[in-house]
């Protein structure tokens, strides 16, 4: 049984409009890639590449290290951002319903972002969402940002969800699909309203692709009512904490 859904924003429950996109090329020029050059353009196609991983951890490595210029550049990405925000995002649609009815059923959320908590934040008031989840994470919070698994296992102590078993991870990337395989998530799931698509899923492993997250509670659904027909315990099957100790045990044996 799923108890806890990590969702990705951007591309998963978020519609930006090509913002951040648009912010990146601005941060590039800011520091002084100039658009039309090959410089800007291999850049920007890197940034789409690696969409889903911490900002920041992608200006590092476009910048071979260089941590001033990736820092500086960081910044411009977050303030060419903000100022589009409000008018860039919307969400997927039905991403709203999916997030009710996740919390409705008892199944905690969390959202899980590339941005900073700044940016990350201002998504979230921008949309209304601070009250509609249990969690926002961003790499700052966790440690690593994508591909490692730091944000879904925080996810997890932080909900107190008692086996990374019992986790849902679903996003739009293959930063995504990485982050929750290598958390030990039971489902993995790419959807097709991002970046990356089939082609890109197939290189790393996931369990499944949606065409969008709207699609998640009638997966959920699917599985759980699979796994009553195959685990749960007849009605006239006793259960293990009807028996006692010594009679388990001989059952056992």
């Not at 940034?47 to 951890?57: E, F, N, P, R, V």
């Not at 949309?127 to 730091?150: E, I, K, N």
């Not at 499944?208 to 009553?228: E, F, I, K």
Request: hydrophobic fraction near 45%; charged fraction near 20%; glycine fraction near 8%.
């Amino acid at each position: 049984m799923i108890s806890l859904v990590c969702l990705d924003m951007a591309g998963t429950t978020v519609h930006d409009g090509g913002v951040v996109v648009d912010a990146f090329r601005t941060a590039l020029t800011d520091v002084g890639l100039e658009p039309g050059t090959a410089a800007h353009d291999h850049a920007v196609q890197y940034a789409l590449d690696t969409m889903g991983q911490s900002k920041i951890a992608v200006f590092t490595a476009l910048f071979d290290g260089d941590t001033v210029r990736a820092e500086a550049a960081n910044a411009a990405f977050e303030r060419a951002y903000a100022t589009t925000v409000g008018r860039g995002v919307r969400p997927v649609d039905g991403a709203v319903d999916v997030l009710e009815a996740l919390r409705a059923s008892g199944t905690k959320v969390a959202l899980t972002t590339g941005f900073s908590p700044v940016t990350r934040d201002a998504v979230l008031d921008a949309l209304g969402w601070q009250d509609r989840v249990d969690l926002a994470l961003s790499p700052a919070d966790a440690g690593r940002g994508r591909p490692f698994p730091d944000m879904v296992l925080t996810a997890v102590l932080r909900t107190q969800t008692d086996d990374v078993r019992q986790v849902a991870v679903v996003g739009d990337t293959v930063a995504d699909l990485l982050t929750g395989t290598r958390a030990g998530a039971s489902i993995v799931a790419g959807v097709r309203t991002g970046t990356h698509q089939d082609a890109d899923f197939a290189t790393v492993p996931h369990t499944h692709v949606l065409d969008s997250v709207a699609d998640l509670p009638a997966l959920l659904a699917g599985l759980d009512a699979a796994a009553l027909g195959t685990d749960a315990p007849r009605a006239d099957e006793p259960r293990a904490d009807e028996f006692s100790a010594d009679e388990f045990s001989a059952v056992a044996r």
